[in-house]
Nanobody, 122 residues
């Protein structure tokens, strides 16, 4: 089993930056892809970004491409989401996810963290 804990959310002004972290635990984490989703009030959870175990493959939603960067440090069992040029429409609860395959992460069928709130003021 894999447990995921997100941190780094908060309140930021439009144009600002935040870095989210996702700490993983559990002996089965090795080889897992990781990703981030978000859910705004009244909306469905949506895909944000994904990264393969090696970090060699990444994939982003069009809405965040060029502004957000996903990365990971496997030695620390931690994934990151660097968010720059934040907009009010980025306001949401951000969830970390992990799964044995990249496709499973993108499909939203992996393990989930509890989420961290990101609020961007205009």
């Amino acid at each position: 089993q894999v447990q995921l804990v997100e941190s780094g959310g908060g309140l930021v002004q439009a144009g600002g930056s935040l870095r989210l972290s996702c700490a993983a635990s559990g002996r089965t984490f090795s080889g897992y892809a990781m990703g981030w989703f978000r859910q705004a009030p009244g909306k469905e959870r949506e895909f944000v970004a994904a990264i393969s175990w090696s970090g060699g493959s990444t994939y982003y939603a069009d809405s965040v491409k060029g502004r957000f960067t996903i990365s990971r440090d496997n030695a620390k069992k931690t994934g990151y989401l660097q968010m720059n040029s934040l907009k009010p429409e980025d306001t949401a609860v951000y969830y970390c996810t992990a799964a044995p395959s990249f496709g499973t992460v993108v499909a939203g069928d992996g393990h989930w963290g509890q989420g961290t709130q990101v609020t961007v003021s205009s």
